[in-house]
């Protein structure tokens, strides 16, 4: 079924922004990006879905693989004893001192899921083939593997936390017939958004299928 995402304010990247836009998702594939009465004009049998905010593409996390081998996701369950950030460094190698394969899993999942709520769609390798369990689970997760260079710095669940602009952060531009890979934050601009982080996405869309929605 053919969806349209409209937001306040849509920044294709490579394109001008679009003020009352909208983005229309046909399977995984972008149909249309305009402004809203013109796409809903275009597709007037397509299912509406209204966001807060600023619709961008997908987001790229340059820390992925340390997100997921060198840091702890703590379950829920355990955020009395460990709270609910990452935990890397000294914290984590004295987790991973006594970790079994299982809770190993456990945190890797968290990870992925973690990423789809700050608005990540691609992830930076490698993830090399001697950790099968992490490239199911990487699989699974829809998330798309990219090459690239892994930031610096700690390691951080906020792609924008390496300082990088949206342009430098997006995976690439939204474009028409590109991959629907898009993201939904609850800002009013760019500006706001790199204040603020990915930690306040309301909404992140998977080749098409919204896998994270905060409301």
Do not use: K, N
């Not at 935990?87 to 006594?98: P, S, V």
């Not at 001697?130 to 798309?144: H, K, M, N, Y």
């Amino acid at each position: 079924m053919l969806t349209i995402h409209a937001a306040p304010l849509v920044l294709p990247v490579g394109a001008a922004a679009v003020a009352e836009g909208a983005v229309a998702v046909d399977g995984d594939r972008i149909a249309a990006i305009g402004p809203y009465e013109d796409v809903v004009a275009a597709h007037p049998a397509a299912r509406v879905r209204r966001w807060p905010g600023l619709l961008t593409p997908g987001l790229r996390q340059d820390r992925a693989r340390e997100l997921l081998t060198r840091c702890y996701h703590p379950d829920p369950r355990e955020a009395d004893e460990l709270g609910e950030l990452p935990l890397w460094g000294e914290a984590f190698e004295r987790l991973a001192a006594t970790m079994d394969t299982a809770r190993r899993a456990g945190s890797v999942r968290r990870g992925l899921q973690r990423m789809l709520r700050h608005g990540t769609t691609h992830v930076v390798g490698p993830f090399g083939a001697d950790e099968p369990a992490l490239r199911t689970a990487l699989s699974r997760s829809g998330l798309v593997q990219v090459p690239g260079r892994p930031g610096d710095g700690p390691p951080d669940l906020d792609p924008f936390a390496g300082g990088g602009d949206l342009t430098a952060t997006a995976h690439g531009p939204l474009t028409v017939g590109g991959r629907a890979d898009l993201a939904v934050f609850d800002v009013a601009d760019e500006a706001a958004l790199r204040v603020d982080g990915a930690r306040l996405c309301v909404a992140t869309v998977l080749a098409g299928r919204l896998v994270h929605r905060a409301r």
